[in-house]
């Protein structure tokens, strides 16, 4: 097995008196997440609804707001265009259903084609929306603080154009007749980690209010209802778990759990996630996922159809297509991994991963570069040839940023943008090789160490696995960015069995010295052949703790990260 290093996020803190019905494990966990006080971690723990933040301290949220009860009276022909992805998704049908719940009537909405149309608000639609549709009024969801042109068009027809966004602005920004994004320059709300849902569930709160206050709304409603949707956008981001963004992902969970919407809840049938406990990942991992595969495979069916769809037998069609495209998604993807693991063979610890193909499809790419990045430990970045262009997904690990690797390989790409961590890129195909060396060039210069490392975050034992701390895995839910699931340093255990599963898995029985034990998975395991063999072995690893529901019983068992074996 490949030697590795671990280290832990952080540095073991003096231990501090807790109350006594935190057990110290949660407390060492909590500790290395810097909420090393009893008072931090109650601060963190104990922000609920009635601390959300004002809406009105978003830049240009009630101008917005006015120009929407401005719409509303005049019953103007209002576009929604939302992105593509899981964001923009829910965001995109949480704003239409709380416009809905406003009392607007007159809502178109479009999302463009993520291969046909690629990010980004096109002009050429904003065109046909104004020309076609006689829309006076464009509200966009998670997109829009880059697409100077399309404003500029709208502006020239009069139309007024309304971005919510936040993602990063560029120096030439947008004149839109409002901007709600977090992450402009001037904006001093500290809502930074909002995700587009977000920020159009901010936009929804304050319209409701300012309504609400005219004696414009017809019917109050609680906009709580719409939380299933900011659960979901939130989750799938990779923003931030604090402060808003966790109690609302808390009551969003409840929320989708007895969601109204029968797309989602036939969907949740299907995959036996209805009537049960829903976590962070039952949504990042099982639920959103399927709906993403949808958008990737260029279904005739969208993700955003199952938040829409209305009637049960439609929704249960629609979620066979989900179904359909999921499995198809997931061939291509295998394929895909296994023209990545031959172009790497032999290399072990690269600073950097760029691989392009004409076999790699589009919808994967994304896809591909996670799982290389966290195979490698490095960035990654894959590409689709299209002709003579090469469309790339980008993603990096966490402490890591692509955003000025992408800035200082700018001069060989056609266009870029994203996030810290996950980014999108195009560039000619004559052009791969020198981007490349560019890239390789980039990080060798800023990489520390090219060393296989893994980061965890306090030291366990099986003892502590108990009742007690599945009772606080749960509490401490929502998890994702920001706040993930802790993994845990386990020295010193025997194997006690070992069974491969589906050809590529691994579960094992481990065992300490005082007959304490827990079942692991290892997923995707490679070397499985040797791995397998490991009976009565001593290892360590590091793994996530996870909750096991079966037959209606709830068990601890451990996801494997990393091992080594004790010689």
């Not at 609400?212 to 709580?224: A, C, H, I, S, Y």
């Not at 890239?439 to 030291?459: A, G, H, P, R």
């Not at 290892?522 to 009976?535: G, P």
């Not at 009565?536 to 990260?561: C, D």
Request: charge should be negative; charged fraction near 25%.
């Amino acid at each position: 097995m490949q030697e590795i290093h671990w280290e832990p996020v952080k540095a073991p803190v003096p231990f501090q008196a807790w109350p006594s019905d935190i057990p110290p494990l949660v407390q060492r966990w909590m500790a290395s997440r810097d909420l090393d006080s009893f008072e931090k971690f109650d601060e963190f723990t104990s922000f609920k609804l009635k601390d959300l933040s004002n809406p009105s301290i978003l830049k240009d949220l009630d101008k917005a707001v006015d120009r929407l009860i401005e719409a509303y009276k005049a019953k103007e022909t209002l576009c929604l265009y939302g992105d593509f992805d899981m964001d923009g998704t829910p965001g995109l049908a949480l704003l239409i259903k709380g416009l809905q719940f406003c009392g607007f009537q007159k809502l178109l909405s479009f999302q463009p084609d993520r291969f046909d149309h690629g990010y980004g608000v096109h002009p050429e639609i904003i065109e046909d929306f104004i020309d076609s549709h006689n829309v006076s009024l464009f509200v966009t969801v998670d997109v829009g603080i880059t697409d100077v042109k399309a404003v500029d068009l709208a502006n020239s027809k009069n139309v007024d154009f309304i971005i919510t966004d936040h993602h990063q602005q560029k120096e030439d920004v947008p004149k839109a007749y409002a901007i709600v994004n977090p992450n402009q320059k001037d904006c001093e709300s500290g809502l930074t980690y909002l995700c587009g849902t977000g920020v159009a569930f901010y936009l929804i709160l304050g319209l409701r209010r300012k309504m609400n206050e005219l004696g414009l709304l017809q019917k109050n409603f609680d906009p709580k209802i719409l939380l299933d949707c900011f659960a979901i956008g939130t989750l799938t981001d990779m923003v931030p778990l604090v402060k808003e963004n966790r109690v609302l992902v808390q009551h969003g969970m409840l929320q989708l759990a007895r969601t109204s919407r029968v797309g989602l809840q036939t969907l949740m049938e299907r995959l036996k996630l209805r009537g049960k406990r829903l976590t962070s990942s039952d949504v990042s991992i099982s639920f959103a996922p399927k709906l993403n595969a949808l958008s990737r495979m260029q279904s005739s069916v969208q993700p955003i159809d199952l938040f829409l769809v209305s009637q049960k037998q439609e929704a249960e069609e629609k979620v066979e297509v989900v179904m359909e495209a999921q499995e198809q998604r997931v061939a291509i993807q295998k394929k895909g991994e296994a023209i990545v693991e031959g172009k790497m063979a032999g290399i072990e610890k690269p600073s950097v991963v760029f691989e392009w193909s004409e076999e790699f499809h589009k919808g994967v790419v994304g896809l591909l570069a996670t799982k290389a990045m966290q195979k490698y430990q490095a960035p990654a970045i894959m590409g689709a040839v299209r002709g003579d262009k090469v469309v790339c997904s980008a993603r990096a690990p966490q402490g890591m940023s692509l955003l000025p690797a992408l800035e200082y390989c700018s001069d060989v790409l056609v266009k870029f943008g994203g996030h810290h961590q996950a980014a999108g890129l195009e560039l000619e195909l004559s052009r791969a090789d020198e981007f490349k060396e560019k890239l390789i060039e980039y990080f060798d210069k800023n990489t520390e160490s090219k060393e296989l490392s893994f980061k965890y975050d306090v030291e366990a034992s099986l003892f502590e696995l108990n009742d007690d701390f599945k009772d606080w895995l749960k509490k401490l839910e929502p998890y994702g960015m920001g706040f993930a699931i802790p993994i845990l340093k386990l020295e010193h255990l025997f194997v006690a069995s070992t069974r491969v599963l589906k050809e590529k898995h691994l579960k094992m029985t481990l065992k300490d010295m005082d007959g304490n034990k827990i079942d692991a998975l290892w997923f995707f395991a490679e070397d499985i052949e040797n791995l397998k063999k490991l009976t009565s072995q001593r290892v360590s690893l590091l793994a996530e703790p996870s909750i096991n529901e079966f037959m209606g019983k709830e068990s601890l068992q451990l996801f494997i990260k990393s091992m080594k074996v004790e010689y």
